[in-house]
């Protein structure tokens, strides 16, 4: 009985995986999102001078979805503001799709950081079940086991 759930969970896991992985690369098929991106843009990339503000390090930049990078600066609510001000210049996914691909892209977050994560729990005291118990529940996402 155990084996059998066991192997239930898993396929299930499986599952998500398998639909996880279709969803993102529909999303990076998807020519009115692709675009120049960051793609590892966060707090510390940003800098201002003055009422200037510069984007640093470019390391991981390349051309993909501009949903990749909004996870790391916005959350649920705060990320309408984007969506509005996009909206203005082009027009974007209609609400319901918007939040879906901004999920979806928000639990890729949660399995790219994940490994640094990991690292931090290890070397780093302070703070350790926080980063870690984030990144695991993003890269869980919609996932129910």
Known sequence: MKHLLEKTIQQHIDADANQFLAEMA??????KTLTLIHADLHHDH???????????DFDDARYGSYYLDLPNLFNENSVWHYKKALDDLIQT????LFM???SL???Y???KYMGFSLWRWREVEAGRDEGLMRMISRAL???HV
């Not at 529909?26 to 020519?31: F, G, K, N, S, V």
């Not at 940003?46 to 640093?56: C, K, W």
């Not at 996914?93 to 319901?96: A, L, N, P, R, V």
């Open 93 to 96: 996914d209609d609400d319901t």
């Open 46 to 56: 940003i800098r201002m001078d003055g009422d200037q503000l510069y984007l640093i």
């Open 109 to 111: 977050v949660g399995f």
């Open 26 to 31: 529909r999303l990076h098929q998807e020519a």
């Open 141 to 143: 996402g919609k996932i």
């Open 105 to 107: 892209v928000d639990q």
């Open 100 to 102: 879906e691909r901004f």
